[in-house]
């Protein structure tokens, strides 16, 4: 069947607004009815200049039907800012127009206080990822992120940068043994650790959470799929650091990136189709819905959002901890911080709710660490406490390629030169995280010089992604 690919722009061309008959007339799309593209075109723009005559077709009813009743339901929407809000952008010629398009929208929210846009940005649902939003009394789910609470972790350990090189084997054997990877994958029960997470009472409280207990229990210390890895790596320290009693030299280092698995997707799921049905905003900005915080959903969805966040810090804290074990060495330093959160702070004396979806606190003093590919360093950072940024930087380097992009015109060969050519042994994971899928993170770095200050440098050596390129479940 020849290709019927056609997108919003090809409607949108055709007279169609960007509104909710736009996307049934896509839903229809979807359906692959036999027609040529052509074809498909012609029909949709017949509906579009005369509704009343498809009111009975089995296809088109729906679309005829929006497309009359649009305008009477565009009435009853929260009504958006009619001008875009200002907000800073950093390395904004290295982010694609969808992510600043969405973040546009976003600045038009009614419980908008003020944005940014981070140089990792690219486009998400919602609220591009490396979008940053501050927001009056209200909390937005999809500002947050499907992965709520996934972060960064790093233990510096009292070993050599040489330990590496002569007990490469060994610390493989480590990244097998310690975690599991994969969406929906994790421990079997006489393998399960117990942790005080899960004692929360929100397990008892709120029927919802209740039911996700035990995906949570099976998966605690598990890394899950996407761009998440546990690797081993050098940390290079070109001056010594008091704070952390760290000094100049290098040192073997653990780096780990993952969330808060199955608990935080269902959580995101549950409560951003709720937030949806709640908050009726205009079509582009639906995925914007967003809870009022003193409202009973609100606070539920805060309560979620804070299990999430500390069930995914103990997958890291058990992670780690199995590691150090296994290693038997001393650890001089442990660093963690989140993304995907939702934060209550004060900006310009003003209280208010700071998304980072994607994005790195950076408040004055506060350590993050923002990483590169499995190909390029990544750094440890100290933040500068920048207002214009709502105190915060980038996650990572950020993507240059979609996934389905870097696997249509990537190699595996070309992949694997590259990484043998560095020195980096690589575990799992498919051509969707291949490093040249990712922007240069010096250039990421260089657009964030006023956000925060290097510390340090982690040059990934070993890296354990998910076997089969999984997205996070």
């Not at 919003?8 to 996307?23: S, W």
Request: overall charge negative.
């Amino acid at each position: 069947m020849e290709n019927m690919r056609i997108n919003g722009n090809d409607l949108i061309a055709l007279g169609y607004k960007e509104n909710e008959a736009l996307g049934v007339a896509l839903k229809i799309n979807r359906l692959r009815l036999g027609y040529k593209r052509d074809e498909m075109l012609e029909k949709f723009k017949e509906v579009l200049d005369n509704p009343e005559a498809y009111l009975g077709d089995q296809v088109f009813a729906p679309l005829s039907n929006m497309l009359l009743n649009v305008d009477k339901l565009e009435k009853e929407y929260i009504k958006l800012k009619s001008e875009v809000d200002s907000y800073e952008v950093y390395g904004g010629d290295q982010i694609e127009a969808g992510a600043k398009k969405q973040m546009n929208t976003a600045m038009k929210l009614p419980i908008t206080v003020a944005g940014a846009l981070m140089p990792d940005a690219h486009q998400g649902y919602g609220l591009p990822i490396g979008g940053v939003l501050a927001a009056n009394n209200a909390v937005i789910p999809y500002g947050v992120g499907v992965d709520i609470g996934c972060r960064m972790a790093l233990s510096i350990f009292d070993l050599p940068a040489t330990y590496l090189e002569s007990h490469h084997d060994d610390l493989k054997k480590i990244l097998m043994k310690t975690t599991r990877f994969g969406a929906g994958n994790g421990f079997l029960k006489h393998e399960r650790l117990d942790h005080e997470v899960l004692e929360n009472e929100l397990f008892n409280e709120n029927p919802f959470i209740q039911n996700l207990k035990d995906k949570a229990w099976t998966q605690l210390g598990s890394s899950g799929g996407g761009n998440h890895f546990v690797e081993f790596g050098i940390m290079e320290f070109q001056a010594e650091d008091k704070e952390l009693g760290i000094h100049e030299g290098t040192y073997l280092a653990l780096l780990t990136h993952s969330g808060s698995r199955g608990l935080g997707a269902m959580i995101a799921n549950h409560y951003t189709k709720l937030a949806m049905e709640l908050c009726k905003l205009p079509y582009e900005a639906k995925h914007l819905a967003y809870f009022d915080l003193d409202s009973a959903e609100g606070q539920e969805y805060w309560m979620a959002m804070n299990l999430a966040g500390d069930y995914a810090s103990a997958c890291h804290e058990v992670i780690h901890e199995k590691v150090l074990s296994e290693l038997g060495a001393e650890r001089l330093a442990k660093i963690e911080n989140h993304h995907n959160f939702a934060w209550k702070e004060k900006w310009k004396g003003e209280d208010v709710i700071v998304h980072r979806k994607g994005a790195t606190p950076a408040g004055e003093g506060l350590m993050g660490i923002i990483p590169g590919s499995m190909a390029a360093p990544g750094f440890l950072v100290r933040g500068k406490g920048e207002e214009q940024s709502i105190n915060s930087a980038s996650h990572g380097a950020g993507r240059l390629m979609s996934r389905t992009q870097a696997i249509k015109t990537l190699s595996r060969s070309e992949v694997s030169k590259k990484l043998e050519d560095l020195g980096i042994t690589l575990i799992g994971a498919d051509l969707d995280e291949a490093p040249m899928a990712y922007k240069n993170i010096h250039e990421v770095m260089a657009a964030q010089t006023d956000l925060v200050n290097v510390v340090a440098s982690f040059h990934p050596k070993v890296v354990r992604m998910a076997d089969d390129g999984s997205k996070e479940d």
